[in-house]
């Protein structure tokens, strides 16, 4: 009888790379990654960092990820999910970036606050 594995989570960063503090966010994902592996202090996971923006499946399932109240902070200017949708179908630079999501536990974290990736990242379950 055979072991499976379960896949590692995805976290995926769209990124700036223009943006000193999405590029600290980017070293922060990968520093945190590495110790994963290394020191077993929380689980693995996958990361992928991309400077495009995400299609418009993956902006509705961020929005769910973030609530009502966080709307605002993902799509420039929007306050509701139709409005923020409407305005990223106009322009995708209405995306706001750097931007972390943890697809397979369903969070999101927009901007360059360390503690609060840092808090994402260690509520990922132990597989």
Do not use: C
Not at 57 to 64: A, E, F, G, H
Not at 66 to 81: D, H, N, R, Y
Not at 100 to 121: F, T
């Amino acid at each position: 009888m055979g072991f499976f594995r379960k896949t590692k989570d995805i976290i995926t960063l769209f990124h700036k790379a223009s943006s000193p503090g999405s590029k600290r966010v980017a070293a922060l994902l990968k520093q945190v990654q590495v110790e994963a592996a290394e020191k077993d202090l929380r689980p693995e996971f996958d990361l992928e960092v991309t400077e495009q923006p995400p299609t418009l499946d993956q902006v509705k399932t961020i929005l769910d990820y973030v609530g009502q109240p966080g709307i605002s902070s993902v799509i420039k200017g929007a306050t509701s999910e139709n409005e923020a949708l409407q305005k990223f179908k106009q322009s995708a630079d209405s995306f706001q970036k750097p931007l972390v999501v943890d697809w397979a536990n369903g969070k999101a974290h927009v901007g360059e606050n360390e503690s609060e990736i840092l808090k994402m990242l260690n509520a990922l379950p132990k597989k």
